[in-house]
């Protein structure tokens, strides 16, 4: 293993303010995100959409790493270029998503595990050969009065590890991401107990697998209220909480932490994101980055809508986006920045 080699992607990663771009939605979602906007689920639009992502001018001054799905990795502009040539000489780093996705847990009714591990280092040597440099693998896991069962997360964070362990095998940073669905009725304490119960289980078996928690990015979910719980807790509370959650569960040896966005708006995932880093930077003992695909897509996706003629304003939308992330990482965003 290069350790070294590891550290240093994972720097590269965390560093400058930049942040990481999730475009890397298996063609299921992709098309259901699509179809809610009259847009073709094509192998082209999928295609075109990426390529409006990837040739946006300047976002590589805000994101330092793309996450790709497998079709994407392989697909190229209409030009001819690989999508991979045009984010690297972009000075954003290729990232490749390898897990198989979340499937129904035999014995565990309304939970899920992430499938993937069979073949997967052969699938990494694969993708660092076409220029990937780090990975990702989802884990996900539900909330409601009896869930997440132990079994649910036990299974979820040792698949997790044997990812990580086999990234780095391969050269390449894994992120390790555990996500907490924001879904049910729950409070933010309950998801504040669930998310440490959680994380506690993922980096024991990060440690009984040998993974190299300098050569990793956990992407974690935020600490909030269930998106149906009655109460929904404030800025204040949710950062609080998601601290001192993180605070009790994630080593010092770990560098960076970005946050997925879980169904947040654009807008409130930044307010908070910048509001953790505004509050707790001088004590923080790992970078507070972010990950995410709906809080800085979506905007985009929208104006977009299939039409070449939108191409340009939804570019801007993105740009903006990720500006705007890049600007919470510094604690220097405000809503104002969102305003017309
Ligand atoms: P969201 O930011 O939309 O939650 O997506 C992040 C991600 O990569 C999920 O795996």
Same mark, same amino acid.
């Given at each position: ?20 771009? @999730? ?6 979602? +992709? ?42 990795? *392989? ?19 290729? #990232? ?64 997790? @590890? ?46 009984? &697998? ?15 209220? #269930? ?25 010092? @040896? ?14 409130? @995932? ?26 800085? &897509? ?6 977009? *809508? ?17 500006? +705007? ?16």
């Amino acid at each position: 293993m290069n350790f070294q080699g590891l550290i240093d992607t994972a720097k590269m990663l965390l560093a400058g303010d930049r942040g990481l771009l @999730a475009m890397d939605e298996s063609n299921l979602t +992709c098309n259901k995100r699509f179809s809610t906007l009259g847009i073709p689920p094509t192998e082209e639009a999928r295609r075109a959409y990426r390529e409006l992502i990837v040739t946006t001018p300047g976002l590589g001054d805000f994101i330092s790493g793309a996450i790709l799905f497998d079709e994407t990795i *392989r697909q190229h502009k209409k030009d001819g270029t690989l999508f991979v040539k045009t984010i690297t000489d972009a000075a954003i780093i290729p #990232g490749i998503k390898v897990d198989a996705g979340a499937k129904d847990m035999a014995a565990h009714p309304g939970e899920k595990i992430t499938e993937g591990l069979d073949g997967l280092r052969d699938r990494l040597s694969e993708y660092s050969k076409m220029g990937a440099r780090f990975a990702k693998w989802r884990a996900v896991i539900a909330m409601d009065n009896d869930l997440p069962s132990r079994g649910c997360i036990e299974a979820n964070a040792q698949s997790l @590890a044997r990812y990580a362990a086999l990234c780095q095998e391969a050269g390449l940073v894994p992120i390790v991401e555990p996500e907490v669905l924001m879904s049910g009725e729950h409070t933010l304490e309950r998801c504040c107990e669930v998310t440490e119960e959680v994380l506690r289980t993922v980096f024991k078996q990060l440690y009984t &697998q040998r993974v190299a928690l300098e050569g990793m990015i956990l992407k974690p979910n935020m600490v909030l209220s #269930g998106l149906a719980c009655p109460k929904q807790a404030g800025v204040d509370e949710v950062v609080e909480a998601t601290m001192r959650c993180l605070f009790r569960s994630v080593p010092a @040896a770990v560098p960076g932490i970005a946050f997925l966005s879980g169904g947040q708006s654009g807008e409130l @995932a930044s307010v908070r994101l910048n509001a953790m880093n505004t509050r707790f930077k001088s004590r923080l003992p790992w970078t507070l980055s972010f990950s995410f695909a709906r809080a800085i &897509q979506q905007p985009a996706l929208e104006i977009w *809508r299939g039409e070449e003629a939108h191409v340009k304003a939804a570019q801007q939308a993105l740009y903006h986006r990720a500006k +705007c992330n890049w600007a919470a990482r510094r604690g220097e965003y405000n809503t104002e920045m969102d305003r017309p």
